[in-house]
């Protein structure tokens, strides 16, 4: 069967195992190997990470000396060049800056200075036979916060690294469905996966920067990715920007050189936002990226994701309450029953969701009766 076909499907209603014949496996031919080398930059401290391995990995090279003869010319984009990054609206809270103004933008607002929204149609995950995620439909729009809540193990993280293609890098995982980036499907098969990568970041819960590379260096390691070829005055123009928008600037500028891992746990946080936004991504993931924080830091983090949401389209996995009441605009509540794969039990604006849930599940939730 061909991916269209496949695309098609309608899953049958009331079962939850959908053959495997008609899932959509990751496009072979749009993944070459000097794609997934080429994201195998952070993906592979990610793992690193994970496995506790961090002080095993050997220093990266300089950056300047990467391979980027080995990326793919990428092709005039398939998506809309990412605009010259709004000005902050507010000055970074490190400085100094006040609360920030609660300002929603709408669509066209959004729409007129570059932001991107994001809507996953229809999105289905296994991993081998095992359905986590069923039909799962969300809109994120541009310039907004989007919360996702729910007990663990209801498919949040899956859902999040589908949005950036990162799932299908995952041995025996599938899925089927959409992600519309500015209305563009991010697995039309046009489409490469390091482009996905480029502009859609992704943070994880536990500060992963490169623990033997310099800020410098670990703010400019994701530019892989884009195979750009910056000048000396060009880097330190990105590097100061993108640890300005990081919050981090005034605490590390004159400590360039010195390693990442030498920064607190909340700093390194910072760090990887900083990598994250260098690549100039339209949309930033971030799965709980305040759970290994102490709640100091938790809130230098809150603050700077509330100064960059009218610069990038911010989804974040977050397991406290307050903080997705406190940053985010929209919220959706997953949640899996015994044996059941995840789905969304209900969504829409925070303010709703936490004042007059629709769902007596979601009140159960949001009023910490479980999970
Ligand atoms: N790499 C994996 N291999 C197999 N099963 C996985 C893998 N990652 C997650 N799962 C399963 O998928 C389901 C959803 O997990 P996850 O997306 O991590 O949930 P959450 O982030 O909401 O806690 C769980 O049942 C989990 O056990
Ligand atoms: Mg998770």
Redesign the pocket.
Known sequence: MTMEDARDFEPFDDEFVVPPTHRLPPPPSAITSAEREATEVLDAVVAAAAAGEYDELPPPADPAQWPTAALPEVAPTFLPAAPPMAAPINPPSSTGGGEPPDVVLDAASAAAIGLAGLHARNISAW??D?L?LDRVSLDMPAGQITALI?P????????LRILNRMHEL?P??TMAGEVLLDGDDIYDRRHRLVDARKHIGMVFQKPNPFPAMSIYDNVLAGLKLTGLKAGRDQRDELVETSLIRAGLWKEVRDRLRQPGGGLSGGQQQRLCIARSLAVQPRVLLMDEPCSALDPTSTRVIEETMLELRHQVTIVI?THNMQQAQRVSQQCAF?LAAQGQP?VIVEHGDTEAMFGQPQDERTFDYVNGRFG
Do not use: L, P, W
């Not at 663990?152 to 859902?159: D, E, H, I, L």
């Open positions: 991993f081998g095992h986590v729910g663990s193990g209801c498919g949040k993280s899956t859902f995952v025996s995982a996995v997953f995840g």
